[in-house]
Nanobody
Framework: QVQLVESGGGLVQIGGSLRLSCRTSVAGSIFSINNMGWYRQARGKQRDMVAVITSGGNTNYVDSVKGRFTISRDNAKNTVFLQMNSLEPEDTAVYYC?????????????WGQGTQVTVSS
């Protein structure tokens, strides 16, 4: 069984910062976590990729957050982080983390429950 637990969302003013965390728990010992990342879904819109980080630390961001958001991970703790600075109202959304877990050469994507980020003036 795989669980992703997110934390760190909330209400922040324009220009403020938040740090999201997402820890992956996997039952059993023979597994690896490949890509980890964050998506977000604003009300009435589709879920879009925000940032992704590979197991080797390579990162990719959607253009709208480049220079403001930083994704990182702690492989020892199976945790991915999203540091969000200079937040804008357009960043308001439910943020979902995901992890690509490999077991016995089978790759499965798992999702967190989502955490609300609201940027207000």
């Amino acid at each position: 069984q795989v669980q992703l637990v997110e934390s760190g969302g909330g209400l922040v003013q324009i220009g403020g910062s938040l740090r999201l965390s997402c820890r992956t728990s996997v039952a059993g010992s023979i597994f690896s976590i490949n890509n980890m990342g964050w998506y977000r879904q604003a009300r009435g819109k589709q879920r879009d990729m925000v940032a992704v980080i590979t197991s080797g630390g390579n990162t990719n961001y959607v253009d709208s957050v480049k220079g403001r958001f930083t994704i990182s991970r702690d492989n020892a703790k199976n945790t991915v982080f999203l540091q969000m600075n200079s937040l804008e109202p357009e960043d308001t959304a439910v943020y979902y983390c995901y992890a690509l877990v490999a077991r016995s050469n089978v790759y499965t994507t798992y999702w967190g429950q989502g955490t609300q980020v609201t940027v207000s003036s």
